[in-house]
């Protein structure tokens, strides 16, 4: 079964899982608000792609950040600034087991 992350009142995640339900395709939703990410599966997601893309800068926890959190970002740091606060995750990320998609722009490409 996929994995659908994201926060429940945002958006983009609220297309994404409309598409995945109007497609028939079963996901369990986990809200990184509430249920947050561990280090662990935030360790898995940059092993499958790159943290840059994870990390969502435009976000409003960005822009509250403390500037030194904000600069010189490493995969470490990127990693403790997701576990910290999962709401800079780009949403919605879709595991599907075998491909891990960020971002949702209208269609999934399964």
């Known amino acids: 079964m996929f994995t659908l ?5 945002c958006d983009t995640v609220k297309k994404a899982r409309l598409w ?3 497609h028939g395709i079963a996901y369990q939703f986990h809200d990184v ?3 947050g990410l561990t280090l662990e599966r935030l360790q898995d997601f940059t ?4 943290w ?7 976000s409003t926890t960005w822009r509250q950040l403390p500037p030194e959190q ?7 740091k990127a990693v ?3 576990h910290d606060n999962p709401t800079l995750l780009k949403r919605p990320v879709l595991d599907t087991g075998e491909q891990l998609i960020v971002g949702f722009k209208g269609e999934y490409l399964l």
């Open 5 to 9: 992350y994201g926060i429940k009142n």
């Open 47 to 50: 092993a499958r792609v790159d």
């Open 33 to 35: 608000r509430v249920d």
């Open 20 to 22: 995945l339900e109007q």
């Open 52 to 58: 840059q893309c994870l990390l969502n800068r435009s």
């Open 80 to 82: 403790q600034l997701l």
């Open 70 to 76: 904000k600069t010189d970002v490493t995969l470490e």
